[in-house]
Protein backbone atom coordinates (compact mmCIF):
# COMPACT_ATOMS: atom_id res chain seq x y z
CA UNK A 1 0.00 0.00 0.00
CA UNK A 2 1.41 3.17 -1.04
CA UNK A 3 1.88 5.81 2.00
CA UNK A 4 -0.46 9.16 1.47
CA UNK A 5 0.66 11.89 3.88
CA UNK A 6 -0.95 15.22 3.88
CA UNK A 7 0.60 18.24 4.63
CA UNK A 8 -0.91 20.03 7.43
CA UNK A 9 2.01 22.21 8.96
CA UNK A 10 -0.64 25.02 8.38
CA UNK A 11 -3.16 23.51 10.97
CA UNK A 12 -6.65 22.98 9.47
CA UNK A 13 -9.04 20.58 11.72
CA UNK A 14 -11.96 20.11 8.46
CA UNK A 15 -8.69 19.21 6.29
CA UNK A 16 -7.60 16.83 8.40
CA UNK A 17 -10.64 15.46 9.17
CA UNK A 18 -10.80 14.98 4.95
CA UNK A 19 -7.13 13.19 5.00
CA UNK A 20 -8.31 10.94 8.02
CA UNK A 21 -11.65 9.81 6.01
CA UNK A 22 -10.05 9.64 2.55
CA UNK A 23 -7.81 7.25 3.79
CA UNK A 24 -4.50 9.25 3.80
CA UNK A 25 -1.82 7.09 5.95
CA UNK A 26 0.12 9.92 7.96
CA UNK A 27 -0.03 13.99 8.35
CA UNK A 28 2.72 16.25 8.79
CA UNK A 29 2.04 18.81 11.37
CA UNK A 30 3.65 20.87 14.57
CA UNK A 31 1.97 19.20 17.10
CA UNK A 32 0.56 15.55 17.02
CA UNK A 33 -2.27 16.27 19.71
CA UNK A 34 -4.17 18.06 17.78
CA UNK A 35 -4.42 14.73 14.99
CA UNK A 36 -4.80 12.55 17.60
CA UNK A 37 -7.96 14.36 18.64
CA UNK A 38 -9.58 13.21 15.35
CA UNK A 39 -8.57 9.63 14.85
CA UNK A 40 -5.71 7.21 14.31
CA UNK A 41 -3.53 8.15 12.29
CA UNK A 42 0.72 8.09 11.89
CA UNK A 43 1.71 11.88 12.60
CA UNK A 44 4.68 13.17 11.40
CA UNK A 45 6.06 15.72 13.57
CA UNK A 46 8.31 16.64 16.39
CA UNK A 47 6.20 14.94 19.35
CA UNK A 48 4.96 12.38 16.60
CA UNK A 49 5.26 8.82 15.48
CA UNK A 50 7.57 9.99 12.74
CA UNK A 51 10.19 12.31 13.99
CA UNK A 52 11.69 14.62 11.12
CA UNK A 53 15.45 14.44 11.18
CA UNK A 54 15.33 11.14 12.77
CA UNK A 55 13.16 8.87 11.35
CA UNK A 56 11.83 11.28 8.15
CA UNK A 57 14.00 13.59 5.81
CA UNK A 58 13.77 16.26 3.58
CA UNK A 59 15.44 17.32 0.63
CA UNK A 60 15.11 19.36 -2.51
CA UNK A 61 16.26 17.85 -5.90
CA UNK A 62 18.10 19.76 -8.04
CA UNK A 63 20.81 17.85 -9.69
CA UNK A 64 22.64 14.89 -10.15
CA UNK A 65 24.72 15.59 -6.94
CA UNK A 66 20.96 16.18 -4.41
CA UNK A 67 19.42 12.99 -5.99
CA UNK A 68 22.66 11.11 -4.94
CA UNK A 69 22.24 12.90 -1.71
CA UNK A 70 18.34 12.01 -1.44
CA UNK A 71 19.80 8.25 -1.98
CA UNK A 72 22.16 8.47 1.25
CA UNK A 73 19.48 10.20 3.47
CA UNK A 74 16.76 7.05 2.01
CA UNK A 75 19.01 4.64 3.52
CA UNK A 76 18.42 6.22 7.20
CA UNK A 77 14.32 6.72 6.72
CA UNK A 78 11.98 7.96 4.54
CA UNK A 79 13.12 10.79 2.74
CA UNK A 80 10.49 13.60 1.04
CA UNK A 81 11.77 14.95 -2.06
CA UNK A 82 10.75 18.12 -3.66
CA UNK A 83 11.53 19.18 -7.28
CA UNK A 84 10.34 21.64 -9.43
CA UNK A 85 8.96 19.57 -12.33
CA UNK A 86 8.45 15.09 -11.96
CA UNK A 87 8.02 15.14 -15.36
CA UNK A 88 11.45 16.44 -16.09
CA UNK A 89 13.62 15.31 -12.90
CA UNK A 90 14.84 11.97 -13.50
CA UNK A 91 14.22 10.09 -10.91
CA UNK A 92 14.57 6.29 -12.36
CA UNK A 93 17.76 5.47 -10.07
CA UNK A 94 16.63 6.59 -7.24
CA UNK A 95 13.27 4.93 -7.21
CA UNK A 96 14.89 1.74 -8.43
CA UNK A 97 17.82 1.83 -5.63
CA UNK A 98 15.13 2.80 -2.77
CA UNK A 99 11.34 1.88 -0.87
CA UNK A 100 11.51 4.96 0.85
CA UNK A 101 11.11 7.70 -1.38
CA UNK A 102 8.03 9.90 -0.63
CA UNK A 103 7.69 12.35 -3.63
CA UNK A 104 6.29 15.96 -3.02
CA UNK A 105 3.50 17.11 -5.03
CA UNK A 106 1.11 19.49 -5.89
CA UNK A 107 -1.73 17.59 -7.22
CA UNK A 108 -3.38 14.51 -8.66
CA UNK A 109 -1.58 14.36 -12.31
CA UNK A 110 1.96 14.37 -10.36
CA UNK A 111 1.02 11.65 -8.37
CA UNK A 112 0.27 9.58 -11.03
CA UNK A 113 3.50 10.68 -12.69
CA UNK A 114 5.09 9.71 -9.29
CA UNK A 115 3.81 6.59 -8.70
CA UNK A 116 3.88 5.66 -12.45
CA UNK A 117 7.97 6.25 -12.71
CA UNK A 118 9.54 2.54 -13.21
CA UNK A 119 6.05 1.21 -12.80
CA UNK A 120 6.40 0.25 -8.85
CA UNK A 121 6.73 3.86 -8.38
CA UNK A 122 7.80 6.21 -5.33
CA UNK A 123 6.92 4.59 -1.53
CA UNK A 124 4.35 7.11 -1.14
CA UNK A 125 3.50 10.50 -1.82
CA UNK A 126 3.18 14.21 0.50
CA UNK A 127 0.37 16.15 -1.01
CA UNK A 128 1.50 19.95 -0.67
CA UNK A 129 -1.11 23.08 0.12
CA UNK A 130 -4.04 20.50 0.65
CA UNK A 131 -7.70 20.93 -0.60
CA UNK A 132 -10.56 19.17 0.40
CA UNK A 133 -10.98 18.41 -3.69
CA UNK A 134 -7.18 17.70 -3.78
CA UNK A 135 -7.39 15.15 -0.90
CA UNK A 136 -10.41 13.47 -2.18
CA UNK A 137 -8.74 13.05 -5.67
CA UNK A 138 -5.58 11.71 -4.30
CA UNK A 139 -7.20 9.12 -2.53
CA UNK A 140 -8.56 7.71 -5.45
CA UNK A 141 -5.34 7.52 -7.37
CA UNK A 142 -3.71 6.04 -3.79
CA UNK A 143 -6.47 3.73 -2.40
CA UNK A 144 -7.89 3.08 -5.99
CA UNK A 145 -4.94 1.42 -7.90
CA UNK A 146 -4.26 2.89 -10.91
CA UNK A 147 -1.56 0.37 -11.90
CA UNK A 148 -1.55 -2.27 -14.06
CA UNK A 149 -0.47 -5.97 -14.61
CA UNK A 150 0.45 -7.93 -17.83
CA UNK A 151 -2.08 -10.59 -18.82
CA UNK A 152 -1.56 -13.57 -21.11
CA UNK A 153 -4.11 -15.94 -22.64
CA UNK A 154 -3.30 -19.44 -21.31
CA UNK A 155 -5.53 -22.26 -23.06
CA UNK A 156 -7.13 -25.03 -21.12
CA UNK A 157 -5.41 -28.87 -21.21
CA UNK A 158 -7.22 -30.65 -19.09
CA UNK A 159 -10.06 -30.37 -16.03
CA UNK A 160 -9.89 -33.67 -13.80
CA UNK A 161 -10.76 -34.73 -10.55
CA UNK A 162 -7.98 -33.77 -7.83
CA UNK A 163 -9.66 -35.62 -4.57
CA UNK A 164 -10.11 -33.89 -1.50
CA UNK A 165 -8.80 -30.94 -0.19
CA UNK A 166 -8.11 -27.94 1.68
CA UNK A 167 -9.41 -24.61 0.42
CA UNK A 168 -9.16 -21.19 1.32
CA UNK A 169 -12.08 -18.59 0.86
CA UNK A 170 -10.52 -14.69 1.11
CA UNK A 171 -13.30 -12.69 2.40
CA UNK A 172 -12.16 -8.75 1.76
CA UNK A 173 -12.90 -5.83 2.88
CA UNK A 174 -13.99 -4.70 -0.71
CA UNK A 175 -16.99 -5.17 -3.02
CA UNK A 176 -15.60 -6.31 -6.80
CA UNK A 177 -17.19 -6.01 -9.68
CA UNK A 178 -17.96 -8.67 -12.87
CA UNK A 179 -14.07 -8.83 -14.34
CA UNK A 180 -12.11 -8.66 -10.81
CA UNK A 181 -10.63 -11.35 -8.86
CA UNK A 182 -7.18 -12.32 -7.16
CA UNK A 183 -3.99 -13.67 -9.21
CA UNK A 184 -3.67 -17.58 -7.96
CA UNK A 185 -0.65 -19.60 -8.72
CA UNK A 186 -0.01 -23.44 -7.96
CA UNK A 187 3.46 -22.30 -8.24
CA UNK A 188 5.26 -18.51 -8.04
CA UNK A 189 6.04 -18.18 -12.35
CA UNK A 190 2.34 -18.77 -13.30
CA UNK A 191 -1.08 -17.04 -11.88
CA UNK A 192 -4.73 -17.35 -12.82
CA UNK A 193 -6.89 -15.33 -12.45
CA UNK A 194 -9.42 -16.02 -9.78
CA UNK A 195 -13.37 -14.48 -10.24
CA UNK A 196 -14.74 -12.98 -7.05
CA UNK A 197 -18.04 -14.45 -6.45
CA UNK A 198 -20.19 -11.51 -7.44
CA UNK A 199 -22.65 -13.10 -9.78
CA UNK A 200 -26.25 -14.39 -9.58
CA UNK A 201 -26.96 -18.18 -9.68
CA UNK A 202 -29.58 -20.59 -8.76
CA UNK A 203 -28.13 -21.65 -5.21
CA UNK A 204 -26.17 -19.40 -3.00
CA UNK A 205 -26.57 -14.88 -3.15
CA UNK A 206 -23.39 -13.47 -4.61
CA UNK A 207 -20.34 -12.57 -1.81
CA UNK A 208 -18.73 -9.46 -4.07
CA UNK A 209 -16.21 -9.41 -1.34
CA UNK A 210 -15.19 -12.97 -1.60
CA UNK A 211 -12.61 -14.81 -3.80
CA UNK A 212 -12.74 -18.50 -3.28
CA UNK A 213 -9.05 -18.76 -3.88
CA UNK A 214 -7.54 -22.16 -4.34
CA UNK A 215 -6.18 -24.96 -2.10
CA UNK A 216 -3.73 -23.93 0.87
CA UNK A 217 -0.19 -25.06 -1.16
CA UNK A 218 -0.98 -22.01 -3.68
CA UNK A 219 0.49 -18.48 -3.83
CA UNK A 220 -1.42 -15.36 -3.71
CA UNK A 221 -0.15 -12.03 -5.31
CA UNK A 222 -0.11 -9.17 -2.79
CA UNK A 223 -0.58 -5.89 -3.08
CA UNK A 224 3.17 -5.35 -2.66
CA UNK A 225 3.85 -7.60 -5.82
CA UNK A 226 5.40 -10.16 -3.51
CA UNK A 227 3.58 -13.60 -2.45
CA UNK A 228 1.96 -15.43 0.30
CA UNK A 229 0.88 -18.83 1.13
CA UNK A 230 -3.08 -18.82 1.01
CA UNK A 231 -2.31 -21.03 4.28
CA UNK A 232 -0.58 -17.95 6.14
CA UNK A 233 -3.08 -14.94 4.22
CA UNK A 234 -4.90 -13.30 7.27
CA UNK A 235 -7.20 -10.55 9.05
CA UNK A 236 -5.40 -7.05 7.87
CA UNK A 237 -3.45 -8.22 5.17
CA UNK A 238 -3.22 -6.50 2.23
CA UNK A 239 -4.03 -8.44 -1.32
CA UNK A 240 -3.80 -7.75 -5.18
CA UNK A 241 -6.95 -7.30 -6.77
CA UNK A 242 -6.69 -7.48 -10.85
CA UNK A 243 -9.22 -7.22 -13.62
CA UNK A 244 -10.04 -8.52 -16.69
CA UNK A 245 -7.99 -5.04 -18.76
CA UNK A 246 -5.20 -5.86 -16.38
CA UNK A 247 -5.73 -2.93 -13.94
CA UNK A 248 -4.64 -2.99 -10.37
CA UNK A 249 -5.89 -1.95 -6.85
CA UNK A 250 -5.37 -3.52 -3.14
CA UNK A 251 -7.75 -4.84 -0.86
CA UNK A 252 -7.98 -5.47 2.90
CA UNK A 253 -8.73 -9.20 4.36
CA UNK A 254 -11.39 -9.36 6.56
CA UNK A 255 -11.31 -12.86 7.44
CA UNK A 256 -10.15 -16.06 5.86
CA UNK A 257 -11.42 -19.33 5.47
CA UNK A 258 -10.38 -22.85 5.29
CA UNK A 259 -12.74 -25.86 4.75
CA UNK A 260 -12.15 -29.59 3.48
CA UNK A 261 -13.81 -29.58 0.03
CA UNK A 262 -13.45 -31.52 -3.28
CA UNK A 263 -10.77 -29.85 -5.53
CA UNK A 264 -10.06 -30.26 -9.47
CA UNK A 265 -6.98 -30.28 -11.43
CA UNK A 266 -6.84 -27.65 -14.29
CA UNK A 267 -4.31 -27.82 -16.73
CA UNK A 268 -3.16 -24.28 -18.89
CA UNK A 269 -0.58 -24.08 -21.80
CA UNK A 270 0.87 -20.66 -22.15
CA UNK A 271 3.66 -19.73 -24.07
CA UNK A 272 4.70 -23.48 -24.81
CA UNK A 273 4.20 -24.49 -21.46
CA UNK A 274 1.68 -26.32 -19.12
CA UNK A 275 1.41 -24.60 -16.03
CA UNK A 276 -1.76 -26.05 -13.08
CA UNK A 277 -4.15 -24.78 -10.42
CA UNK A 278 -6.13 -26.46 -8.11
CA UNK A 279 -9.56 -25.08 -7.02
CA UNK A 280 -13.09 -26.17 -5.70
CA UNK A 281 -15.05 -28.35 -7.54
CA UNK A 282 -18.19 -25.99 -7.16
CA UNK A 283 -20.43 -23.60 -9.89
CA UNK A 284 -19.47 -20.62 -8.19
CA UNK A 285 -15.68 -21.03 -8.19
CA UNK A 286 -15.32 -18.80 -12.04
CA UNK A 287 -11.87 -17.90 -13.88
CA UNK A 288 -12.02 -15.20 -16.45
CA UNK A 289 -12.35 -15.91 -20.20
CA UNK A 290 -9.72 -14.21 -22.74
CA UNK A 291 -12.99 -11.77 -23.43
CA UNK A 292 -13.16 -11.28 -19.88
CA UNK A 293 -16.06 -13.53 -19.25
CA UNK A 294 -16.28 -15.19 -16.14
CA UNK A 295 -16.41 -18.68 -16.31
CA UNK A 296 -17.28 -21.38 -13.69
CA UNK A 297 -14.54 -24.24 -13.21
CA UNK A 298 -17.36 -27.09 -13.92
CA UNK A 299 -17.73 -25.65 -17.31
CA UNK A 300 -14.41 -24.83 -18.02
CA UNK A 301 -13.05 -27.72 -20.54
CA UNK A 302 -10.35 -28.07 -23.08
CA UNK A 303 -9.39 -25.15 -25.76
CA UNK A 304 -11.00 -22.47 -23.58
CA UNK A 305 -9.18 -19.68 -23.39
CA UNK A 306 -8.53 -18.22 -19.62
CA UNK A 307 -6.47 -14.99 -18.46
CA UNK A 308 -3.44 -15.21 -16.26
CA UNK A 309 -0.01 -13.64 -15.16
CA UNK A 310 3.51 -15.18 -16.10
CA UNK A 311 6.12 -14.08 -13.74
CA UNK A 312 10.17 -14.86 -15.02
CA UNK A 313 12.88 -16.08 -12.68
CA UNK A 314 11.76 -17.60 -9.29
CA UNK A 315 10.91 -16.57 -5.36
CA UNK A 316 12.29 -16.91 -2.04
CA UNK A 317 10.09 -16.25 0.70
CA UNK A 318 7.62 -13.97 -0.97
CA UNK A 319 10.42 -12.19 -3.11
CA UNK A 320 11.07 -12.07 -7.10
CA UNK A 321 14.42 -13.63 -7.72
CA UNK A 322 16.40 -13.32 -10.70
CA UNK A 323 17.12 -17.11 -11.05
CA UNK A 324 15.85 -20.52 -12.60
CA UNK A 325 13.60 -22.56 -10.18
CA UNK A 326 11.85 -25.79 -11.29
CA UNK A 327 8.60 -25.81 -9.83
CA UNK A 328 6.09 -29.29 -11.30
Not at 145 to 171: H, K, N, P, Q, Y
Not at 186 to 213: D, G, K, Q, W
Not at 215 to 224: G, I, K, R, T
Not at 247 to 273: D, F, H, Q, W
Amino acid sequence: MKEFWVDLSKWDKDLATAAIEGGATGILCKKAEDVRKLGRIKTISSDGDLVPGRDVFEIHIKDTETAEKAAELSKKGYTIVHTTDWTVIPLENLVAGSDRIIASVEDAPEVKTALGILEKGVAGILLKNPTHEKIREVSAITTGGGGSIGLEVFTVTSVTDAGMGDRVCVDTCTLMKEGEGMLIGNTSSAFLLVHAETLENPYVAPRPFRVNAGAVHAYAMMENKKTSYLSEVKSGDRVLIADRDGGISGATVGRVKIEKRPMLLIKAESGGKEHTMILQNAETIRLVKEGGTPVSVISVKPGDKILGHIEKGGRHFGMAVDESILEK
